[in-house]
Nanobody, 113 residues
């Protein structure tokens, strides 16, 4: 059974960094574009980073220059490196496999002093 499992969330001070991981199983990971999304309380889920099977990436302006998505196909894992975190980055972060429209369970990121 295919699944995605996120990890790496937590509490961090403004200006700090976190790296999220999303491990895939039961799917052909290398063939799938992968995305990281986030959802803050009372807001819609939004895309924060996207990487194709060919390693092309895309980011919204709100995180460009601060967040980096990368993947390791040998480990079936996609990562989200988040630097210069701001309180407005606080949300539950989810990964998504575009090929199967599979979602992980989410990991909480809280940016607060």
């Amino acid at each position: 059974q295919a699944q995605l499992v996120e990890s790496g969330g937590g509490l961090v001070q403004p200006g700090g960094s976190l790296r999220l991981s999303c491990a895939a199983s039961g799917m052909i990971f290398s063939a799938s574009a992968m995305g990281w999304y986030r959802q803050a309380p009372g807001k819609q889920r939004e895309l924060v980073a996207f990487i194709t099977s060919g390693y092309s990436t895309n980011y919204p302006d709100s995180v460009k220059g601060r967040f980096t998505i990368f993947r390791d196909n040998a480990k079936n894992t996609v990562y989200l490196q988040m630097n210069s975190l701001k309180p407005e980055d606080t949300a539950v972060y989810y990964c998504n496999a575009r090929l199967t429209n599979l979602w992980g369970q989410g990991t909480q990121v809280t940016v607060s002093s």
